[in-house]
């Protein structure tokens, strides 16, 4: 049977030549980068290559690249951080209600600890409206999160604008931008942003390292605590063949950022333009402008998403119904909520992100399959509607 991954905003495959690159360093070259001696200093030099291939994908110093375990102990770092440095400066922070868990559950956690948090509404393409974020500043804030591209619904957000607006304030800005590395340009010195997570999984790389970007002069408090790694700033031996992979990832993603972009969204539109033409009462979410080049979420009216999902997964399809995250229980997805979306039609939707290895035909099978199984639903809910069930 055809296998069709279409969940690259869930995880993507490790790049051959990403996995090269990292095997030496599980085996000959496994010396621990801190060690005096040569297979140690070789290790260090491999980490501080990478942090080079890191930092020119986002335009940075290779000094402001700093490693982590993953994109979520990036965000975890950047709010608990500011919170805990600028906790005599004020308690308030200011973030958006379609963040990442890894966002949202941190300062969750926070307003547990005395700290208040505004969640701003967002637009119903999932855009933040600058004057909304002006709004809700007050003397006491002293961090603005908003992510740069949303997992769920692929919108894009302004964040030179928005970041522009938090400078004005002499307020600390961070964006989450997982999902725009690779898939966005970015250029931390043009956006003027002060904090920026990223993650290697998502760009071909493997999974369980990240990056934290932080602008040259932001005081940030250490998340972790231990050894002197990372200019003392996050201890703990490094992922040396994670880093080095995450590296290899980066330098890839720069090369071929633009050839990416087009292939993904020409897939992404084909895909889209098929599924709108071949079945009927299917909505797009987000925005159409502003958009991850290669997602497409989709409400399918009158029918269980999860029962399309499983059905699909039948055929060999890996699609989402909104994030992976919330996959596991029937709470309707927190940014599709945001986005003001009735809660049948939440349900009905689903999340298909297209990535390099997709072809044409691929997208051909999952439109076909796709049709079938709508088709079957709605005749089963149509059935269940006139009998009662
Ligand atoms: C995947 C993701 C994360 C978490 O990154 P991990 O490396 O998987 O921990 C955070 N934010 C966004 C927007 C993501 O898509």
Same mark, same amino acid.
């Given at each position: 049977?055809?296998?069709?991954?279409?969940?690259?905003?869930?995880?993507?495959?490790?790049?051959?030549?990403?996995?090269?690159?990292?095997?030496?360093?599980?085996?000959?070259?496994?010396?621990?980068?801190?060690?005096?001696?040569?297979?140690?200093?070789?290790?260090?030099?491999?980490?501080?290559?990478?942090?080079?291939?890191?930092?020119?994908?986002?335009?940075?110093?290779?000094?402001?690249?700093?490693?982590?375990?993953?994109?979520?102990?990036?965000?975890?770092?950047?709010?608990?951080?500011?919170?805990?440095?600028?906790?005599?400066?004020?308690?308030?922070?200011?973030?958006?209600?379609?963040?990442?868990?890894?966002?949202?559950?941190?300062?969750?956690?926070?307003?547990?600890?005395?700290?208040?948090?505004?969640?701003?509404?967002?637009?119903?393409?999932?855009?933040?409206?600058?004057?909304?974020?002006?709004?809700?500043?007050?003397?006491?804030?002293?961090?603005?999160?908003?992510?740069?591209?949303?997992?769920?619904?692929?919108?894009?957000?302004?964040?030179?604008?928005?970041?522009?607006?938090?400078?004005?304030?002499?307020?600390?800005?961070?964006?989450?931008?997982?999902?725009?590395?690779?898939?966005?340009?970015?250029?931390?010195?043009?956006?003027? $942003?002060?904090?920026?997570? &990223? %993650? +290697?999984?998502? *760009?071909?790389?493997? @999974?369980?390292? =990240?990056? /934290?970007?932080?602008?040259?002069?932001?005081?940030?408090?250490?998340?972790?605590?231990?050894?002197?790694?990372?200019?003392?700033?996050?201890?703990?031996?490094?992922?040396?063949?994670?880093?080095?992979?995450?590296?290899?990832?980066?330098?890839?993603?720069?090369?071929?950022?633009?050839?990416?972009?087009?292939?993904?969204?020409?897939?992404?539109?084909?895909?889209?333009?098929?599924?709108?033409?071949?079945?009927?009462?299917?909505?797009?979410?987000?925005?159409?402008?502003?958009?991850?080049?290669?997602?497409?979420?989709?409400?399918?009216?009158?029918?269980?998403?999860?029962?399309?999902?499983?059905?699909?997964?039948?055929?060999?399809?890996?699609?989402?119904?909104?994030?992976?995250?919330?996959?596991?229980?029937? $709470?309707?997805?927190?940014? &599709? %909520? +945001?986005?003001? *979306?009735?809660?049948? @039609?939440?349900? =009905?939707? /689903?999340?298909?992100?297209?990535?390099?290895?997709?072809?044409?035909?691929?997208?051909?099978?999952?439109?076909?399959?796709?049709?079938?199984?709508?088709?079957?639903?709605?005749?089963?809910?149509?059935?269940?509607?006139?009998?009662?069930?």
């Amino acid at each position: 049977m055809r296998q069709v991954y279409l969940d690259y905003s869930a995880t993507t495959p490790v790049k051959e030549d990403v996995m090269k690159a990292m095997i030496p360093y599980f085996t000959e070259m496994f010396g621990n980068p801190s060690s005096l001696y040569t297979i140690g200093a070789a290790s260090r030099e491999a980490i501080e290559k990478a942090r080079g291939q890191v930092a020119k994908l986002i335009n940075a110093q290779d000094k402001e690249i700093f490693f982590t375990s993953s994109g979520t102990e990036a965000d975890n770092w950047s709010v608990l951080g500011i919170a805990d440095t600028l906790k005599n400066k004020g308690n308030h922070i200011i973030t958006t209600k379609i963040e990442h868990h890894a966002m949202l559950h941190s300062c969750e956690y926070l307003e547990k600890h005395g700290y208040e948090v505004t969640y701003l509404e967002v637009e119903p393409d999932g855009r933040v409206n600058p004057e909304t974020l002006k709004a809700a500043i007050t003397d006491r804030t002293i961090l603005i999160s908003i992510m740069f591209v949303n997992n769920e619904i692929g919108t894009i957000q302004p964040i030179k604008e928005l970041a522009a607006i938090a400078k004005e304030h002499g307020i600390i800005f961070h964006t989450d931008a997982v999902q725009a590395l690779g898939n966005v340009p970015i250029d931390v010195k043009d956006l003027g $942003v002060d904090l920026v997570s &990223l %993650s +290697a999984h998502k *760009i071909y790389g493997p @999974k369980g390292v =990240g990056a /934290l970007y932080i602008r040259k002069g932001i005081r940030l408090s250490n998340y972790m605590h231990g050894g002197a790694q990372e200019s003392k700033k996050r201890a703990g031996t490094e992922n040396l063949p994670g880093i080095v992979g995450f590296g290899k990832a980066a330098e890839i993603a720069y090369e071929h950022l633009d050839e990416h972009i087009k292939k993904v969204s020409e897939l992404r539109d084909y895909f889209v333009d098929q599924v709108m033409s071949k079945i009927e009462n299917v909505t797009m979410n987000g925005s159409r402008e502003f958009r991850h080049p290669g997602n497409a979420n989709l409400t399918f009216e009158y029918i269980e998403g999860e029962a399309m999902l499983l059905y699909l997964d039948m055929k060999g399809i890996a699609v989402s119904t909104g994030s992976a995250c919330s996959s596991a229980s029937l $709470v309707p997805s927190h940014v &599709l %909520s +945001a986005l003001n *979306i009735p809660v049948e @039609k939440i349900h =009905g939707s /689903l999340r298909f992100t297209v990535g390099d290895p997709t072809t044409k035909e691929d997208l051909d099978y999952v439109v076909e399959q796709l049709a079938e199984v709508v088709n079957k639903l709605r005749n089963i809910s149509s059935v269940s509607k006139t009998k009662g069930w």
